[in-house]
């Protein structure tokens, strides 16, 4: 597999504050590699130094074999970023925004007559032709962001949190379209606050701690690695008391922000779980599968502070 | 594709976005056109209205010209082009590209000429038509404009990239700074009717030597010789104003871009 990017042990002080601290990931082509942590855990850092808008103190990048710190300002054409907040201009229309950022990629004009309109149906914005982009719902301004993102081709695509700011219907439709980006090879390097999004796009994810990378792999991987195969969420005026009956039972319990959860060894029912915790005053409970946000609580660990979209735990 | 190409295709690409976007926001142009043709329409009636002055209609209109018109269009033009980039979240964006530094600041220099290129043309055909004559030559009136538009620019970045955050914050700012060096500047007064103290602190602006160098050509008809203080001045202005605008474009670029 050919490696687009590479980082190396990476760290980046800010004052004394250091935020990266030997952070290391490669991402092969055709990957989806999701980038999770809590706020302030350094993914925009990382993402920065990336699209060359920051550089690192030390370790090495590599983006093509090649080290990022000796590429001259054009190599940021191998690169496309789409932030969670679209920067595009209101006033023009959403060609003409796509037209502007090819000329600045130094596509030609023929390149930019066939690209423009490849990525107009694309991404399903020839109803919008005529409309000016200041007048398009957030949504729609995000698909055309990802377009602009797309319009030079760029070697690996970096989707910063890019569904954060729209609303659940327009993110379903952006999760449609950047899944047909990665079914078309696109590589990419995800960062997002909702687990279900880095779950259903990413072929691999890491995991984030203080700067550094503390867990990675497909998501098959990572659930394999949680000390049992379901999850029981439990509610109790009494948490001690099930917690002892868990530890009784072989099962671990964890508990966070006042929500205690039981790992289950086996795929138990509902009503294995009850008859198992009876006379321990639980109020409510609920029975899973293991998913990504049990692998995160659990790998990431105790000291991760839980952020914006983590909150359902 | 060679840098040099690239760059140039930066350039066109930087300027005909901002002419675009000018160009829709209808509002902003219908001001941009009616501030300088009232002020040249009721400083003609009142010139017109009195004998004693009607000789210095000449003087007024080529004032307004490079004192007033180009001082909003040009220098606050920049301001708010950089104010606007930055709450649209567009520069990090932009900074994110192959865009070469020189492009954008180019890009931004020939959209800014192109219009004060068309207000000059407005400006002056409704000065001839209430009868203002420009009596000098028009290769020395334009290289005084350019170098006014050159200056203009070169502090509409200066000020855009190390104060204005905000759009609101332009307009406050162009007339705290903007309507005291216009003053001062002799575009609505001449410099003689000045008390003393105020007419020693105008030399040092560099609106007053702007204006007496166009009135100069334009009204008086005076050649490179007689305005060669004026000349040098505004010479020496314009490249101060343009590396400080450039070097404050450069330190821009190394604070923003990680925002």
Known sequence: MTAVLEIDEVHKWFGSHHVLDGFSLRIDQGEVVGLLGSNGCGKSTVLNIVCKLLSSDAGQVRMMGEPLSELSYRARGWVGLCTQHSALYPDLLPAENLHFFARLYGLSEKERKERVPELMHRFELENFAGTRVGQLSGGWQQRLHVAVSLIHRPKLLVLDEPTAAVDLEARMELWRLIEGLRDSGTTILLTSHHLAEAERLCSRVALMRSGKVVAEGSVPELLSRIPGQAVAKVQSENNEVIMQRALDLGWQARQRAGQLRLLLPHDLSLREVVESLEGTQVSAVSVQPVSLEDAYLELVGENASVGQGLQDV | ?259
């Open chain 2, 1 to 259: 594709m060679h840098t040099s190409h690239l760059v140039w295709g930066q350039t066109m690409a930087v300027a005909q976005r901002l002419l675009l976007e000018q160009w829709r926001q209808k509002r902003g142009l219908i001001f941009w056109a009616v501030f300088p043709s009232t002020m040249m329409l009721l400083f003609g009636l009142v010139y017109a209205h009195n004998d004693s002055m009607r000789a210095g209609l000449d003087a007024a209109a080529a004032g307004i010209l490079v004192g007033a018109a180009l001082f909003f269009s040009c220098l606050g033009g920049t301001v708010a082009v950089i104010a606007a980039e930055r709450e649209r979240g567009t520069l990090p964006r932009l900074l994110t590209t192959p865009l070469h530094p020189a492009a954008y600041f180019l890009g931004v220099v020939m959209a800014q000429l192109l219009l004060a290129l068309m207000q000059v043309f407005m400006l002056y055909s409704i000065a001839l038509l209430i009868g203002v004559q420009y009596h000098g030559s028009l290769l020395l009136g334009g290289v005084v404009l350019l170098l006014s538009v050159f200056s203009y620019v070169g502090m509409g970045f200066f000020l855009g990239t190390r104060f204005a955050r905000r759009s609101e914050e332009v307009v406050v700012a162009l007339s705290a700074i903007g309507v005291p060096l216009l003053v001062l500047g002799g575009t609505f007064f001449p410099l003689e009717i000045m008390p003393q103290g105020m007419q020693a602190v105008a030399q040092i602006n560099p609106m007053l030597h702007m204006n007496q160098a166009f009135k100069g050509v334009a009204a008086y008809g005076k050649g490179f010789y007689e305005l060669r203080f004026e000349l040098t001045f505004l010479l020496v202005f314009c490249g101060l104003s343009l590396g400080l605008g450039i070097q404050s474009y450069l330190h821009l670029l190394g604070v923003d871009k990680i925002k």
